[in-house]
């Protein structure tokens, strides 16, 4: 998809510094950055916490303020510049969960091990509606909501066990999550 007009005159005015140009920057793309986040962190099994996610959004803001907007003057318009941004958020959220993983003590390993056990406990206490919903699903579909809810086990686990992508366990959670209310609600 080529650069859409609106996008066109938007990149046109936070270069030439317009007034108002860079909140109406933010207000449309600030979204599409939490959402990079949150995906990139869902695929990598990495719990944030919300105060995290504003840091990674602020790096992210920052990459492309950073060196007079040279982010956006290196855009060419051969894609969407939502494209263009999702690449660059992308970028900027992995090299910052892993240099934050490369600097992780001990003590955060401790509290990132009481997250994760959190998070299973969370999944653990709707047992009763997993094992409803679970009589709805057969095969694969079965196998992977039974470890991901009831075992507590990661993309990565679930990933090795099932012989798929990583990154193809929470699209699919997602699908049978929506199928699943859709049954319901009918």
Known sequence: MALSEIDRSLLERCL????RAWEDFVDRFLGLV???INHTAQCRSILLPTAEREDLAAEVILAII????????RFRGKSSLATYLTVISRRVVVRKLVANRATTSLGD???NSLARESDVEA????QEEVERLLA???GPEAHVVRMYHLEGRTYQEISRVCGMPANSVGPMLSRIRTRLRGQSHA
Request: proline share 4%; glycine share 0%; no cysteine.
């Open 16 to 19: 030439a510094r317009k007034p």
């Open 34 to 36: 939490m959402h990079v």
């Open 66 to 73: 950073d060196d007079d907007f040279a982010v956006l003057r």
């Open 109 to 111: 390993v401790a509290e």
């Open 123 to 126: 999944r653990l206490t709707n």
């Open 136 to 138: 709805h699903l057969e």
